[in-house]
């Protein structure tokens, strides 16, 4: 089947239904109540709204069409939103019909959550980080994997059209050396070390050069002003240097600055790309639905366990050297 043009490459190149799937089968008919995953929702921050929207108008003929909304969870006494009940945790546990929770509270409470879901039997889409630490994440994979349970990281930054671009830019150069430098509003509390609470940036570079390794670290603060400075100093394989520095403070512009070295050119802006035609957090329901209805290969789900994983190590590295 192919899908229809104007879909983000990342679609086109994930969504692989097995050939037995034809566009006619694709229809209500075909999703049928008992091939359905019932859906919780845990925080109603920007991206738990995210999700319930998404949830509720899934990508057309996509197995994002597999899951359903069912309630919410929330600390705050809320009432419906976008039309979706809150219930309680203990309901969303030992409730049958959900088997699926999305965890978009802040980064400290993840690791308890996923915990919590796993060990109820459901299947579990978080927001990244998965956890503030590297041994919490290979002891949720394993619990995952012992339960026979799909723990999928969301990684919209990853998914960008210009990631996406500046990616096909990097292909088949050599690294010099290079700097990623992001700044932004500081952080609201709750979403831990900046070498956590910016995953996302260490995975592009994780993405773009592989596997690193950490030499120096250092941490600027100035909690008065909400102000602080992360500076990385990481290694490729091939012994190139790379620095990343993460910036937080009030004022400053959400921005990723770029200067990549390669033998050839230097890179010192993200390629401007159109935006795709579907969402980022959408784009990561089908993938993530995908994985639930077994149409991701063992190999993809490996690499990015595998990824994942390494940029969580890295990020605890970086914690220590900065807390020395
Ligand atoms: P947010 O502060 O807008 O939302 C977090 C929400 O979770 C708040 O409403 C908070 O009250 C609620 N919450 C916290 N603990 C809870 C608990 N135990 N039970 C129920 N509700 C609880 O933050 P956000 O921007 O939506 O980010 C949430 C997560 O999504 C973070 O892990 C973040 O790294 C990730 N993320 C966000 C974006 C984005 O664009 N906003 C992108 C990628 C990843």
Redesign the pocket.
Known sequence: MSLSTGFPSYVEQNFKPSSSLTESMISEDFIRADSMFGAVV???????GVRIRDLLAPLPGSPAERITVKGF????SLDLQQGVAKISLEEAVSREDIQVAFI????A??ED?IRTFLQAGKHVCV???MTMNYKAAVELYSLAQEKGLILHE?H?ELLTEEYNQLKREVKGKTLMEGTLHFTGGPL?PG?GFLAF?GIARLTWLVDLFGELSVTAATMEEDSGNSYSKLTAKLLTSDNRHLTWIEERGPGLPRAKNISFQFDSCTLTQIPPAPRGTVGLFMQDLIHFSAKLIGEVSPEENQREKIRILHCLEVAGKIQSLCQK
């Open positions: 845990v925080g109603i921050g920007t991206a738990g969870i929330s600390r705050r978009c509270t802040e980064n409470s993840h959550s927001e990244y980080p969301e919209i609201k979403f609470s």
